[in-house]
C-alpha cells in the first residue's frame, strides 16, 4: 500500500460544483502539502500544514480551502470549481524542514472541470 | 521574480550519459532538489545539493554552483526506464520549493 493515499484518483466535474480531494499518510509525518501541476509549469503551493492546529496559504491558494482532521489526514476542498481549476493535484508530506528531508508524494488526483 | 529554467525536452540514446541543466534565481537559496516523475505518476526524490560540487549516487549525480546559479542532474548509463520528467526545485529563504516546470527526457534504443 502506498504510504500517502489520495482520493479520489480521478474526478470529472461540472463547473460550480464542490468538490473535495482527500488524502492520508501512513508515514507519521506532520508536515503536509497541497500541490497543483499544470503542463508546461512548475508544482505550485496550494496549501501547506505543518500540524493540526497549523495552516498556510501557499501560492496559489484562492478558490481553495483545507482541512486538516488530523495528523494522518489533509483535504483539499473547491467550493465552487472553475475549468481553470483543471489540473492534476498532489498531496506530499515531509518528516522535517525541508533543508533535512524529502518531500514524499502522492498518486496523484486528476482533476477535470467541465 | 524567482524564477526556475530548466530544457523542456531532451532526447538521449540507451547506454549514453545526458546532462540536464538548470538555473536559478530565486530569493535566498537553502539547497537544490532534483525529482524524477514518470508519466502520470508521483515525483520522487533522486537528490539534495547545498553545498558547491557534485554528489553522486550511482548513475546519477548532482552538481551544484551557487555562484552561478546553476546546477546539473548527470544520468550514465541511460536505460529504457529513465524516461521520465526531471523536475529541478530550489528551496528560498522563506524555506518555501521553487520548482521548474521539469526537463522530459526521451530514451531511444
Known amino acids: 500500500d502506498a504510504d500517502v493515499t489520495q482520493t479520489p484518483r480521478n474526478r470529472i466535474t461540472k463547473t460550480g460544483k464542490r468538490i473535495m480531494l482527500e488524502c492520508s499518510q501512513t508515514?507519521?509525518?506532520?508536515?503536509m502539502y497541497w500541490y497543483r501541476q499544470d503542463p508546461g509549469l512548475g508544482l505550485r503551493l496550494i496549501y501547506y500544514?505543518?500540524?493540526?492546529?497549523?495552516?498556510n496559504k501557499g501560492e496559489i491558494s484562492d478558490g481553495y480551502s483545507v482541512s486538516r482532521q488530523a495528523q494522518a489526514k489533509f483535504s483539499l476542498s473547491l467550493e465552487s470549481a472553475i475549468p481553470n481549476q483543471t489540473a492534476l493535484y498532489f498531496c506530499?508530506?515531509?518528516?522535517?524542514?525541508?533543508?533535512?528531508?524529502?518531500?514524499?508524494f502522492g498518486e496523484g488526483s486528476r482533476l477535470t472541470v467541465l | 521574480g524567482q524564477n526556475i529554467d530548466q530544457p523542456t525536452e531532451m532526447t538521449a540514446t540507451e547506454g549514453a550519459i545526458v546532462q540536464i541543466n538548470c538555473t536559478y534565481q530565486?530569493?535566498?537559496?537553502?539547497?537544490l532538489f532534483w525529482y524524477q516523475q514518470h508519466a502520470g505518476e508521483a515525483p520522487t526524490f533522486l537528490s539534495y545539493?547545498?553545498l558547491d560540487g557534485l554528489e553522486e549516487k550511482g548513475r546519477f549525480s548532482s552538481f551544484l554552483s551557487r555562484s552561478k546559479g546553476y546546477s546539473y542532474l548527470l544520468l550514465k548509463e541511460l536505460q529504457m526506464k529513465d524516461s521520465a520528467s526531471y523536475l529541478c526545485?530550489?528551496?528560498?529563504?522563506?524555506?518555501?520549493?521553487?520548482w521548474g516546470a521539469g526537463t522530459k527526457l526521451i530514451i531511444k534504443p
Open positions: 530565486t530569493s535566498g537559496f537553502n539547497g
Open positions: 500544514s505543518f500540524d493540526v492546529k497549523d495552516i
Open positions: 545539493n547545498v
Open positions: 526545485a530550489v528551496l528560498d529563504s522563506n524555506y518555501q520549493l521553487i
Open positions: 506530499a508530506t515531509s518528516e522535517m524542514t525541508l533543508d533535512t528531508g524529502e518531500l514524499f
Open positions: 508515514k507519521g509525518h506532520d508536515r
